[in-house]
Structure formats: C-alpha cells, structure tokens
C-alpha cells in the first residue's frame, strides 16, 4: 500500500489565488519531506527540503515567500503556492524516506488559469 | 554537489530487442544511485538502488544496472523488452541513504511493435 499519500491529485485554480497541497506520511514518521516539481516532459527539480519543527531549506532560484512550506507535524507536510499564475503550473511531487528508501507521494497537477 | 546526466533524451527500440540507458553522474564520494520509471501522468517507481556491495543491481521488471566507479556510471539495461515499458526512466543520485535526490533530465522509451 501507499506509503505517502498526497492530495489533491490534480488541481485547477484562478491566477492570484493560493494553492495548498498535503502529503502525508502513513504510519511512520517522516521528519524530513523534500517537495519536487516537475514541468511537462521534463525532470524532477528539486524545490526544498522540509524538516520537521523547523524551516524548510530551499534550493537556489525558489521562491520561499511563493512557495510556503509547513512541515509542522511528523506526519504531515504541505506546500502552499501563494498567489499562483499559470506560469507555476506544474506537477508537483513529495518524497520522504523510510528505512533508507525513498517513497514518493502520487503526485498534485496543479493547473492555474 | 551531485549531478546526474543522461545523454539520451529519447531512444526506440523494438519490442524484444535489448535496452540500454546510459546514465553518468558526478560525485566526489561514493554515490547513492537511483533509477526510477514514470509512466505517463503517473507518479515514480523504483526500479532500483546502488547503495554498495555488488556493483551489478537486480531490480523489478526485469532490469539490472551496473555501477561503474571507473567511468562514473550507472546504466540501465534490460534483455528484452515488453510493449509495456514505454516510459520515462530517471536516473538519480544521492548522497546519503536518506538525503535529497537529484534526478536526472530522462530518457523517454519508445517501443516499437
């Protein structure tokens, strides 16, 4: 089964308006989530990197005033795209590990028009 | 910093033939590495892992890859393959056993019939 669950699967917003997606870890503790995202028929870049209790770290050229990390519990992390435009339209994936393996959440379209 | 590249962006192959998809990172110490499948509008799949020990890796579906310190490489091979594998294949690399992964740009498979 699932061992990262992410929702929603897909989403459709206005431009302007914020976007929050939500992975959560099921039965373990993930104390570190890291959130990819990923233009059409390209690869998986590497936004942040979040740890529990703590401010997430993010890789160079990411907007942290645009893209809110909260990783406030051992389950739960989640990514707000604030004032969206369609230009942050994207897949966007989450991932943590559990006994050295990576599991990756299913995965959120997000389409802004 | 670890960075990973596959030189082939598409590669066909008849359904049957043999596959290989070449993968070369870059790393100062020995690498974590990674090969994963995406199908379409899907999320990833692991298809296997080099953490260390035998530098040839068996994974699922029928791949293997083998880690090559020599030519910092790690390239994806199956014997023959099936309709089904049409996919996008990631090769990615890490430093730690639970620390971020940087993926490379893709290969996407094509099958022919």
């Known amino acids: 089964g699932a061992v990262v669950s992410q929702h929603p699967s897909w989403v459709i917003c206005k431009s302007g308006t914020s976007v929050k997606i939500e992975c959560r870890s099921l039965d373990f503790q993930a104390t570190t989530m890291f959130w990819y995202r990923q233009f059409p028929k390209q690869s998986l870049m590497l936004m942040a990197t979040?740890?529990?209790?703590?401010?997430?770290?993010?890789e160079q050229g990411v907007e942290k005033d645009k893209f809110l990390i909260n990783h406030a519990s051992l389950t739960l992390s989640t990514l707000t795209v604030t004032s969206a435009h369609p230009e942050d339209s994207s897949f966007y994936i989450c991932?943590?590990?559990?006994?050295?393996?990576?599991?990756f959440g299913q995965g959120t379209r997000l389409t802004v028009v | 910093a670890q960075s990973v590249t596959q030189p082939d962006i598409h590669i066909t192959v008849s359904e049957g033939a043999s596959l290989e998809l070449r993968c070369n990172y870059s790393y100062g110490a020995t690498p974590y590495l990674f090969w994963y499948v995406q199908s379409p509008g899907q999320g990833l799949q692991l298809l296997l892992k080099?953490?260390?020990?035998?530098?040839l890796v068996q994974g699922i579906k029928g791949f293997e890859a083998e880690f090559k310190r020599s030519q910092s490489s790690f390239n994806l091979r199956k014997p023959s393959v099936h309709w089904s594998d049409a996919a996008e294949y990631f090769c990615?690399?890490?430093?730690?056993?639970?620390?971020?992964?940087?993926f490379g740009k893709g290969t996407r498979l094509h099958i022919l019939p």
């Open positions: 979040s740890n529990e209790g703590s401010k997430a770290t993010y």
């Open positions: 990615a690399v890490g430093a730690n056993r639970d620390d971020k992964i940087i």
């Open positions: 080099y953490f260390s020990g035998d530098t």
């Open positions: 991932s943590t590990f559990l006994n050295t393996e990576a599991f």
